[in-house]
């Protein structure tokens, strides 16, 4: 009964401590819900696409990526979506003023972790 405690206590501070170590992330972290809409965005995301977190939560991923890759971003969030692990990949994204960016990027889904 001890050890489970304990070990509820340290789960309970991870995750009370995983915003504060998005938030304060040097890499942009972009969470999208199962239809490809913005559901958070850190500030790292703010400095590196322009777009203030008010400004991009609710709209459409679709809107960062140029249209000929509009098949390919498709092809990647389904494959989240089916439970497949992506890993790193890179991307085109459209920043708010225009320039276009290819950061490398990484999809997990949620509730996953990164293999070591």
Request: glycine residues 6%; contains cysteine; aromatic residues 6%.
């Given at each position: 009964?001890q ?6 206590r ?5 995750a ?17 819900t ?6 958070s ?19 459409s ?56």
């Amino acid at each position: 009964m001890q050890e489970r405690r304990e070990s509820e206590r340290r789960e309970f501070e991870l995750a009370s401590r995983l915003p504060a170590i998005v938030e304060s992330s040097e890499l942009a972290i972009v969470g999208l819900t199962r239809d490809n809409v913005v559901a958070s965005w850190n500030a790292a995301a703010e400095r590196m696409y322009g777009y203030a977190a008010s400004e991009i939560i609710g709209r459409s991923a679709s809107l960062l990526w140029p249209p000929d890759a509009a098949a390919e971003a498709a092809e990647v969030v389904g494959r989240a979506q089916r439970g497949e692990r992506i890993g790193q990949f890179e991307v085109s994204v459209r920043c708010k003023d225009g320039a276009w960016w290819t950061p490398s990027a990484a999809c997990l889904r949620s509730g996953t972790r990164p293999e070591p």
